[in-house]
């Protein structure tokens, strides 16, 4: 069934964030603030080893070994313009801010704040990791959602950790990322595997960069505007094919 492994990845935040309200009533402030510090580390960690795609072999033989990160600059310098021309991260919370209207019935400012944080930060942390592309490709062309299977487990555990200091924002990230899975599943399905090894690189890497700066939000060393930058994640694979195809011209 071409969409499982998104509905699965669904249904674990939503379980995972529940468990984690539960939870979180329970612990004392210190404490969750060490569990969302431990998460910031962590995806500090997953967004270094996905930096490191830009020694990828095949994206270095495509492009060249000095362009990977200057696609990857270009990128990140091109989707940021676009993303805060288009006011990204403040549409963001803005529909966060909506949700919690909606479905909570916290209406102190604080109370706000802290679901808008959780919508916004884990919505990011889901979406933008290689499983979240990887794997809705890989459903979309019928190879299978293991690798989304993998990833719905770990977002189940992170949905919990993060739903115990964060609260009901964090469920509601489910919307965002069953949108954005459930979108690259339909190209996926209509266009069929066309990405090339390179270009899956250049995405990688980026959202690397991308998790990094959601690492250092949730460890509040400086609120990067993350989702201004998400058309980065559009810009890395078409400079790529850009270079590859221009590169003929020079060496010929």
Request: glycine share 14%.
């Amino acid at each position: 069934m071409i969409g499982l492994g998104t509905i699965i990845n669904v249904a674990t935040i939503v379980i995972g964030a529940t468990l984690g309200i539960l939870i979180g009533n329970r612990l004392p402030e210190r404490t969750t603030r060490v569990v969302t510090d431990a998460l910031g580390l962590v995806t500090l960690v997953i967004g270094g080893l996905n930096v490191m795609a830009l020694a990828d072999a095949d994206f270095t033989a495509a492009v060249g070994s000095g362009i990977t990160l200057l696609i990857v600059l270009g990128a990140l310098l091109i989707g940021g313009i676009a993303g805060s021309l288009l006011k990204i991260e403040q549409r963001l919370e803005g529909f966060g801010s909506w949700l919690q209207g909606r479905f909570t019935s916290s209406g102190t400012t604080e109370g706000k704040a802290r679901f808008i944080t959780g919508f916004v930060d884990s919505s990011l942390v889901f979406c933008i990791g290689p499983l979240a592309i990887l794997g809705a490709l890989s459903d979309g062309t019928g190879h299978g959602i293991e690798q989304l299977a993998l990833k719905s487990t770990l977002d189940g555990f992170a949905a919990l950790a993060f739903a115990a200091s964060l609260g009901w924002g964090v469920a509601a990230s489910a919307i965002p990322v069953g949108l954005w899975q459930g979108l690259l599943t339909l190209i996926a399905f209509w266009v069929g595997s066309v990405m090339s090894t390179a270009v899956i690189a250049s995405i990688t890497a980026t959202g690397g960069v991308l998790l990094l700066g959601v690492g250092l939000r949730l460890l509040k060393i400086r609120q990067v505007a993350v989702g201004d930058l998400l058309p980065a994640l559009v810009i890395a694979p078409l400079l790529t094919l850009l270079v590859i195809s221009v590169q003929p011209l020079f060496s010929g």
